[in-house]
């Protein structure tokens, strides 16, 4: 009899672990949609890849010839702190500036709730290294050149151009900010105050607009000049200060339900 009750205890404490699992305090079977738009800007322009001309705060001009960067590990979060985490594995999105659809990330099966907060990382996080876990991925990565060919590592962002210094002449620029193994982590996790409420119901779709600032990778808690450095990849001293920047570009314009 003592040994039934035991395994009864057990039984129940399984199924206990299971139904807390990526809730928020909800009905898990009333599900939603959310649909993320992210829009390339610098200020308050969109992006016009090769034919805009912008300016950062070392007087240099640019235009940008490709804009590229990994959104992983999204998280909604409630007022009262509660998250609902997107399954992992389907969590890693490829955004390319040069291509409309890919600056659409659809959520599905999200639980009913209101959620006020959204985190999300930039990059590929240090659990999955080497590469592993997220096979279903990769593929993307390598077709779209997001992979080290050299090392086993992604390129979180890959941001190139032309600049021109005050007084001097045209040339190219690249960054290319990623994590190099252990050696090396650029990852960073960034945590977005929703301007209004996301409100998820049993069958609804909602749409979330997020403003990526890409001026602010040249000039935002750190500052970079092109004219001093204009090729950054495997870089220790100056990727982790543009991944910092970077991690500051992101905001969330609007919120419909």
Do not use: R
């Amino acid at each position: 009899m003592k040994k039934l009750s035991t395994l009864i205890l057990i039984f129940l404490t399984i199924i206990s672990c299971k139904d807390d699992d990526n809730t928020v305090g909800t009905d898990t079977d009333t599900i939603g949609t959310v649909n993320f738009e992210f829009k390339n800007n610098v200020g308050n322009d969109l992006i016009d890849l090769n034919t805009g001309s912008y300016t950062n705060q070392s007087n240099e001009t640019y235009t940008i010839s490709e804009l590229k960067y990994i959104v992983s590990n999204i998280v909604l979060i409630k007022d009262n702190g509660d998250e609902f985490t997107y399954p992992v594995a389907d969590s890693y999105f490829l955004i390319n500036e040069e291509v409309a659809e890919s600056k659409k990330v659809n959520l599905v099966d999200i639980p009913s709730g209101t959620f006020t907060k959204i985190k999300f990382g930039i990059g590929v996080d240090q659990s999955k290294y080497p590469l592993n876990g997220v096979n279903n991925f990769i593929p993307t990565a390598e077709e779209s050149e997001m992979l080290w060919s050299w090392s086993a590592g992604y390129k979180f962002i890959k941001f190139e151009g032309a600049f021109t210094p005050s007084g001097g002449t045209m040339a190219d620029f690249i960054l290319h900010i990623g994590s190099h193994g252990t050696t090396l982590d650029n990852y960073k996790e960034v945590l977005l105050d929703l301007p209004g409420e996301l409100t998820i119901g049993d069958g609804t779709t909602s749409n979330v607009a997020i403003t990526a600032d890409v001026a602010k990778i040249f000039d935002s808690t750190n500052t970079h000049s092109l004219e001093v450095k204009s090729d950054i990849q495997v870089d220790p001293e100056n990727a982790p200060k543009l991944a910092e920047n970077v991690s500051t570009m992101f905001s969330v314009a609007t919120v419909s339900n």
